[in-house]
């Protein structure tokens, strides 16, 4: 502020220059944020949802990947998916010619190898899940489609029939080798009915979380018996 001639003010006229930088943030400060907002968005869908806005969401017992996740990647740390998706690119790159031989395999591929645990006996599955896709399909018609989902692992206990869907349990018992021997003892109408139950518990949890409608329905991508 300038004193005017004259005023009792002892302050000079101030003059300056504002200087300003508009900058991008880098790619993993972008990815952290892209992930901040998902889980932000989820948690308020979740919480409109039970009429519980404002109030705390989350407990331990709840299912909160996303926001250890987020913690994990802000503190630096490679998570379990993170290292199987590593193990994987260094296969392709050990192997040259594995992801082009993977790109034509059939859409559906059924193996079997020995189970780690002697005497156990299990079925690994990995279905394509479809999700709503807001752009496709006419007007006023909902579209749903597996390019617009996600694909997740199942692991069906064969003595205590659970379904384990988290994958850092499941990759030890499915890892193999080009060594290692195909195995198959397991009656084909076992098989048949241990889809049925997975599939279920499918239709039970994830269709039923997304409310999706009574047509859609999950792809079989590959299967493996462990016995």
Known sequence: MCSREGSDSPSPCLRG??????????????????????????????????????RKLL?????????????????????????????????????????????ALPGRVFSGKEHPSPGTKAVFFCYARPAHDPEAGAEGEESWSV???DAQWYLYDLASEAVIEEPTEIVNLIRSTPETPRRRTIERATLSQVRRKVEKHI?????????????????????????
Not at 205 to 223: D, S
């Open 203 to 227: 239709k039970d949890t994830y269709l039923k979380r997304i409310n999706a409608p009574g047509w859609v329905r999950v792809v079989l991508r590959a299967w493996m018996e462990l016995s």
């Open 59 to 103: 407990k331990p017992e709840d299912d909160y990947d996303d926001l250890k996740e987020f913690a994990e990647a802000y503190e630096g740390k490679v998570t379990p998916v993170e290292e199987m998706k590593l193990e994987f690119q260094k296969m392709l790159k050990d192997h040259p010619g594995l992801e082009s031989r993977l790109n």
């Open 17 to 54: 220059e504002v200087a300003y930088w508009n900058f991008l943030p880098p790619e993993e400060l972008d990815e952290l944020l892209k992930l901040y907002s998902r889980v932000s968005h989820k948690t308020l869908r979740i919480s409109k949802t039970f009429g519980i806005e404002g």
């Open 147 to 149: 390019e617009a989902g």
